[in-house]
């Protein structure tokens, strides 16, 4: 039996394998909204089924359970929540109002999943600050948001997955204000956590330079508000993991090490400096975090007016719950399986326990591309989901080269197809692979070798 968090009419789709690529259509209609078709459209069926999901509005799904104790961490701290915004925004709100450049790789059609040259499903949270610091009352807003993006296919990508948004504000104007964000450094809880940070005192560096409306002092204390907010949340979490992980019994020997982190430089067209930090976690650093200091350009562009200093940070949430609850494929976080879903209790960071893994059965697509090829590798990747669904475990270039006489060049993927449900029939991988080997044909001009 399946546990219903989604419409029953979803189900059939979600586990849906074999759909062809879409077809050219007139419009999508999605929420009631029709989004009439152009030559930019490229969102195929199984990823309009996952904008309903939700997930991180489940309070026992993983992405649930993390969101809320973020949501805890953050109470009484002045932060507005934000977490039902739709998934279709625009392209001015995605990327123009942001300051990307034209040729930003971000906007490519390889990269994004459009409706129309107008709209499509936003590729990160970002995309929301516009609004929140229009529509925000208290100091400062987190957004919660599924977020949409091209991408490989392999144990942790996924074409959907989650981001936390935060940013704080401060007014120039108010009398010492210097001074009051020294107070709101000095309110953020304390953490024992490891710090490496070449940057704190000396933020300003010729690679990651200042805004020059600001001045180096508050460049200084924005930018160490910013880090140790980051800092406290990541212990939050962090530290909550590993108390559940000793509460379960586990005698790990990193649950004894202190929680160590790094700062990095770092670039975003609408921060400035920016900064990404990485986590320490069980033998890796993981990266979980970017940030910044808001460019006076969004401010201005939101109406917050002439003295207003900001900073605003996105950290991918899907990482971190697969290493806090253990869970070793992503696409398990979107499984109707009960044998997942049942694990898992709001407030509770439980380790996943596996249940059976199934067989893969591994298929290689070897092909000419044709002269001028625009073939894209997330074309492949796309192409692949669009048939496999969640089947599709990881493709990956196995070989490639260059025809030494012709010039002719080569490509071979190797596509691992594995269910987490059952075993699958060589009879349908058979159908699944010939379907995308045709694809690539009509849609891309390769010759199949
Ligand atoms: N939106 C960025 C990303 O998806 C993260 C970010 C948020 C960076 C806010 C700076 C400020 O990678």
Redesign the pocket.
Known sequence: MLKLFTPRSLISTVRCTARAYSAPVKSLTVDGKTYPSDEWTNIPPFILDLIQRKLHKNPDHPIGILHDLVKKSMNGMGYTIYDEFHPIVTKFQNFDVLGFPEDHPGRSKSDTYYFNKEHLLR????AH?HECFQDCKTPGYLITAD?YRKDEIDRTHYPAFH?L???RYWSRLEPNYLEKIQQDIDSIPKTNIIVEDPFRDQPITENNPKQTYMTPEEVRLVATHLKKTIEYLVNQVFENARESAKKAGSTEPYLNEPLKVRWVE?Y?P??GP?WEIEVWWKGEWLEC????I?QRQVLLNSQLGEDKIS??????LDRIAMLLFGIPDIRLFWSLDERFHKQFKRGEISTFAPYSKYPGVKRDVSFWLPSESTLHCNDVMEIVRSHAGDMAESVEVVDEFVHPKTGRKSQCYRINYQSMERNLTNQEINVIHGNVENDLTTRFDVEIR
């Not at 590729?123 to 970002?126: E, G, Q």
């Not at 975090?289 to 910044?292: Q, R, V």
């Not at 900073?311 to 991918?316: E, H, L, S």
């Open positions: 590729t990160h949270t970002s600050e977020v981001q948004e935060g940013a770092a975003f609408w921060t920016s975090c970017g940030c910044g808001v900073w605003a940070f996105g950290i991918g």
